[in-house]
Every structure is written in C-alpha cells, then in structure tokens.
C-alpha cells in the first residue's frame, strides 16, 4: 500500500516544486500539503500520514511547535525537518533542536528532488 506524506510549508511556490518533483513518486506516496501547522495538525487527524516534511521557518505555529504537537499526538509519526540554506549558526542551531525534539531526519535547503527522496525513503523504510 502507498505512504502518506504530508508537507507544510508556508510558500505555496516550495509546495507546487515538491509536487512537481515528487511526481515519479505517485504511485508509492500519496501526497498532502498544508501550508502551516495548524492545518497540518487538522489534516492529521482526519488522514493521519506516515511522515510529515515540515519547513522549520513559518511565520504560524513555527516548524519547532508542530514538531512537538505532532510528537504529542502522533508519537509514530516519521518526522523530516527542513530548513532554511546556507550553513549559518541559527540554521544549524534550529535544525538540531528539530532533531532534539524528535525529528526522524534533516534537509536544508536547497535540495534536489533526488536528496528528498532518499530522505524520505530512508525514513519510510527504518
């Protein structure tokens, strides 16, 4: 049977490329999008998904809280954290706390479709 993957990502344009890019991938994934964390969370109640990708620089409900909300209630949630490019301090700063709290994996962007791939297969598949 095919994964449910759910995106949350606050630029619709990241969101429309990931469906773009991942589109080989239909018929193993079965994709949703939201575009904050609160939506995320709605959706997850109604299709609970096997992974969530989750952008950690939103301007609502920020990567970090979703992380936690989504340990909360969906403990065996595959978690993949991503975040903003460049090897500045507060993004690798971020990107730890995301694996602190629970995040399964990590991409920085930018990152090619077959770097979220195998991102995503190795989480699916542990």
Not at 32 to 56: H, I, S
Request: aromatic share 6%; hydrophobic share 40%; net charge negative.
């Amino acid at each position: 049977s095919s994964t449910r993957i759910l995106f949350v990502d606050d630029e619709p344009n990241l969101l429309n490329g990931l469906q773009r890019l991942l589109r080989p991938m239909r018929e193993q994934w079965e994709m949703y999008f939201a575009t904050n964390g609160r939506e995320a969370m709605e959706l997850m109640q109604d299709t609970p998904c096997e992974v969530v990708v989750t952008d950690l620089f939103m301007p609502e409900q920020e990567g970090l809280e979703t992380i936690m909300a989504l340990r909360l209630k969906h403990p065996d949630t595959k978690i993949v954290a991503i975040s903003g490019g460049g090897y500045q301090s507060k993004f690798v700063r971020v990107l730890d706390i995301a694996t602190k709290l629970g995040a399964n994996s990590t991409l920085q962007k930018p990152f090619s479709s077959q770097q979220m791939i195998h991102v995503l297969q190795e989480v699916i598949h542990v």
